[in-house]
């Protein structure tokens, strides 16, 4: 298999751009990344699968809490999407310098997001160096109604 048609081929597969959120109970820990390997994967229980960095703090939570948000971005978001590529810096009521609150059940959601979904972690599968994550959707809110983010709209790949 060639290396670059490899790359060419995977990367066209179409991708959203998603914050991650998770808290942990306890200890009160709260970790953010961006992600775009994600995708709803059952109708009845509502199911997502989610790829997330195994090396990541995000991971690390989310195994501990087995719940986590997913904040969907709009499409004129992308500036959020890069606030999140680096560590998670909470200061000033704001997590990476965007307001957010905390849900009744522990769920972390970005005031700016248009729209947000929660889940309880089904199952982990961690082949590679992203585990695939299998969460139930329990919990939805919408701010507004836009239009998603697409991984293709930014210029940026992260795949292949």
């Not at 200890?27 to 199911?47: V, Y």
């Not at 889940?119 to 082949?127: L, P, R, S």
């Amino acid at each position: 298999m060639e290396e670059q048609i490899k790359k060419k081929v995977l990367r066209m597969i179409s991708y959203g751009l998603y914050i991650l959120t998770v808290k942990t109970v306890e200890k009160e820990e709260i970790a953010a990344g961006t992600i775009n390997w994600l995708s709803q994967c059952s109708f009845k229980p509502p199911l997502v699968m989610v790829g997330v960095k195994k090396d990541s703090n995000s991971y690390r939570l989310l195994q501990e809490s087995k719940h986590f948000t997913i904040n969907i971005l709009g499409k004129d978001q992308k500036d959020i999407a890069q606030a999140f590529f680096g560590p998670t810096k909470i200061e000033n009521q704001k997590l990476n310098n965007y307001e957010y609150y905390i849900t009744d059940s522990n769920g972390v959601v970005l005031k700016d997001c248009p729209s947000f979904f929660e889940c309880d972690v089904k199952h982990i599968y961690g082949e590679g160096d992203h585990a695939v994550v299998i969460g139930e959707v329990v919990e939805a809110g919408l701010h507004r109604e836009d239009e998603p983010l697409y991984m293709l709209t930014t210029g940026w790949f992260y795949g292949g």
